[in-house]
């Protein structure tokens, strides 16, 4: 099994790659942000729509880019389980017509799956560290994840509540900021003082669970107390102030788990993993506590199709198969 | 020259095939949940049972809608890849185009399937190879179906229908004089008749270009917000 095709579609990017063992030979994601960002947030029956436009020029794009014809394609890994029922359908109805009409398998991933192997596409020489520690924080995940092998997940702690970066989409909303919002609270942050607020930490002792919703009515309150407008220096001390609540609760707790479990590799995957200020200070934690970090580029911590590749591609190595008759899921645990 | 014709905008999803312009054979089926899947167990059955492979295929039609819109993107999706992947000929069909081919020649004939819980989707047409329309496809709200006939209805007598039991139930007290064809789905057969003749009059639609008949915008309930930027 040389070379196989991602397809990834279980929210708002419509994504393609082509994998050459594990090298990434393309990648190409269309993101529909900037249709989804004048609803303020994504808007299913529209997203599913744009798929049906967009995935069979995609997976064009992706051939073109990787320098091969679709005939050299020897399997297929496709998203089929969380996310949006309607847009899932898509990716999958794409990947199963692709598998008949050239007759070779395909394995359904779980879409979480694919974020815990984004870490490992940009060294496709280093094999993949067992056991390892993830952090996922995504739109709509945050989770500790033990990787004891291939396929092989231990939960560790989960939200109990918000995700990490449905917080930062409900607070850059609440600050009317526009849609996604972590990439704006991001920004905004850059230029504010994060202590200017003090917003309260869920620290869930003695577990490795996390909890947002306080955090974010927290940041609800303190807004309505405020005078308006709010000034842009207001507005830049908020986010700053939002964001430290958050990325303190994730360092800390990413360094506690790995430390209880006794890892050396962590790695911190998912849309929210491209926040500058997360970056930074999970890895000068991680260099005081003896850890290595691994953080995909941004292109990798949001939804891409390369990572579902990858996970596909090591599972179809196994000699895994799925059939016809797989659906897509709206929900589902990884494990 | 066969022809795979995919019919999946109902709860029953259908394939046919046709060979020459002869229907070869056509299976319905009722999908449940997993319609892709079952789309494409079909096809393979069929093909079986004609001793053909996938290869065999140069042409594939697809009812583009109106309909169910988790069925219609299914449908389109893999009538594209197929063609995009075989590098197949893809035709586009309506919904309302196949009904009407499987009427009698002639006679004006109202098409009605359902839509929303309140609502059908309707037109008139002359059938035909390629039924030729007499009004615009429309969605219609139940209670505005009656001034809708008004309008469009081409003839007081001798006209029939094809469509669903619901609608055949609201329409009858309007229009009695109506002589009804009841189905369940749009008939696979009408995709194959219908994508054939288009087919064969070098009517050709891109993989990358093709989209669902929908009729209707996604329902949106927008937050609205105002993006500010530093
Ligand atoms: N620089 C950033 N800082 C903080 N959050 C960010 C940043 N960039 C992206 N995000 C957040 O990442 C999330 C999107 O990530 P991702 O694409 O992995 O999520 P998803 O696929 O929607 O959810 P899931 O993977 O849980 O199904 C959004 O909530 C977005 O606000
Ligand atoms: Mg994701």
Known sequence: ?????????????????????????????????????????????????????????????????????????????????????????????????????????????????????????????????????????????????????????????????????????????????????????????????????????????????????????????????????????????????????????????????????????????????????????????????????????????????AMIALAGWFRLKRGERDDYDLDACASAPLA | MYLLALESTANLAGVALVHSGKLMGAVQIAHGQNLSGNLLHATEWLLNRHGLSREAIRAVAVDVGPGAFTGLKIGVMIAKTLAHALNLDLVGVSAFEACACVMPEGTPTLVALPARRDALYVQWLLPKPIPEPLSQPAMVLQHALSAWLEQTTPAREGCQAIGSPRARGWLEPLMPALRWRMIEAPPPEGVAQVGWVRWQAGERTSPFQMVPFYLQPPSITPPGTRARTP
């Open chain 1, 1 to 305: 099994m040389d070379w196989v095709l991602g397809i990834e579609t279980s929210c708002d990017e419509t994504s393609a790659a082509v994998l050459q063992g594990r090298y990434v030979r393309s990648s190409v994601v269309a993101s529909q942000a900037d249709l989804h960002a004048r609803w303020g947030g994504v808007v299913p029956e529209a997203a599913a729509r744009q798929h049906v436009e967009r995935m069979n020029p995609v997976l064009q794009q992706a051939l073109d880019e990787a320098g091969i014809p679709l005939a050299r394609i020897e399997g297929i890994a496709v998203t089929n389980r969380p996310g949006l029922v309607g847009a899932l359908v898509v990716g999958l109805a794409c990947a199963k017509a692709l598998a008949f009409a050239l007759n070779i398998p395909f394995v359904g991933v779980h879409h979480l799956e694919g974020h815990l192997y984004s870490a490992f596409l940009t060294e496709p020489e280093r094999p993949i560290p067992f056991p390892h520690l993830a952090m996922i924080v995504s739109g709509g995940h945050t989770e500790l994840v033990k990787v004891h092998g291939h396929g092989d997940y231990q939960l560790l702690g989960h939200t109990l509540d918000d995700a990490a970066g449905e917080a930062f989409d409900k607070v850059a909303r609440l600050l009317e900021l526009g849609y996604p919002g972590g990439p704006a609270i991001d920004r905004w942050a850059k230029r504010g003082d994060p202590n200017a607020f003090r917003f309260p930490r869920a620290w869930l002792e003695g577990t490795h669970h996390f909890s947002f919703s306080g955090l974010k009515t927290a940041v609800l309150r303190t807004v309505e107390a405020l005078p308006k407008p709010l000034s842009e220096q207001t507005l830049a001390d908020l986010c700053a102030s939002f964001q430290q609540a958050v990325v303190e609760v994730l360092v800390r707790k990413a360094v506690r788990a790995a430390q209880a479990e006794g890892v050396s590799v962590l790695t911190v995957v998912g849309g929210v993993a491209a926040n500058s200020a997360l970056q930074t200070q999970i890895r000068e934690a991680c260099h005081e506590a003896g850890i290595e970090v691994l953080i995909p580029p941004p292109r990798y911590c949001t939804d891409n199709a």
